[in-house]
């Protein structure tokens, strides 16, 4: 935190750089711009010239503004939490969704991130319960079934969460007394290989297992999809 709002300082300070001409390559730049532009580069798809454009864009803002970017991004860190149950990111833990009653407690949504969650939401297609694995499974980059939440997800589905709302059903599906589990991952391989994966794990535990329907595209990713093609999605799942 502390790192970071002195980076913001010293570049409110450096109200003298306008602009990259001039500036050939970015480790030619003062030691602040240098800071900032690494933070830039560790976000997805950011490179090196994009990172200094951002730094660059920055200088011009005002003071205040400046302030607080810097005030947001320590808000970020300490007010947000991670639900313990689904996962989901939230300001309280249970988030929302969890703590909210009158959600469908049968139904249960798998998803690879928190921002799946928002995509679905925005559908208000679905009142059922969610579950965020923490991504997908990936041979080439090493991601395993240990790597994601599914040992938690096996939880839920085996013992009783204290915070039941209605008793679980006898049989399948106990613990929370899920009926039906929808696995909404992206369409693409590592999507299609989770799917698969869990669709074989869970058949004995779940009495019916979902997926999203046609009409999203292959290698579409779920929280850019539009809001029709996800409506049409949960509409038309099928089991398997
Ligand atoms: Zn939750």
Known sequence: MDTFTACISAIAGLAGFTGLAGLAKPMNFPPPITRLTQHFRGLPGVGPRTAARFVFALLNKPDDELRAFGHALIDLKDSIRTCTRCFNISLQNPCAICAD??????????????????????????????????????????????????????????????????????????????KEIILALNPDLEGEATSLYLAKLLKARVPRITRLGRGLQQGADLEYADEVTLINALKGRREI
């Open 101 to 178: 009653p009158k959600r469908d407690a049968s139904t249960l949504c798998i998803v690879a991130r928190p921002q799946d969650i928002q995509a679905i939401e925005e559908t208000r297609e679905y009142s059922g319960l969610y579950h965020v694995l923490g991504g997908a499974l990936n041979i080439i980059e090493g991601v395993t079934p240990e790597q994601l939440r599914i040992k938690e997800l096996l939880s839920r589905l085996d013992n009783p969460s204290p915070d039941l709302r209605s008793p679980s059903p006898p049989g399948r599906g106990q613990g929370e007394g899920i």
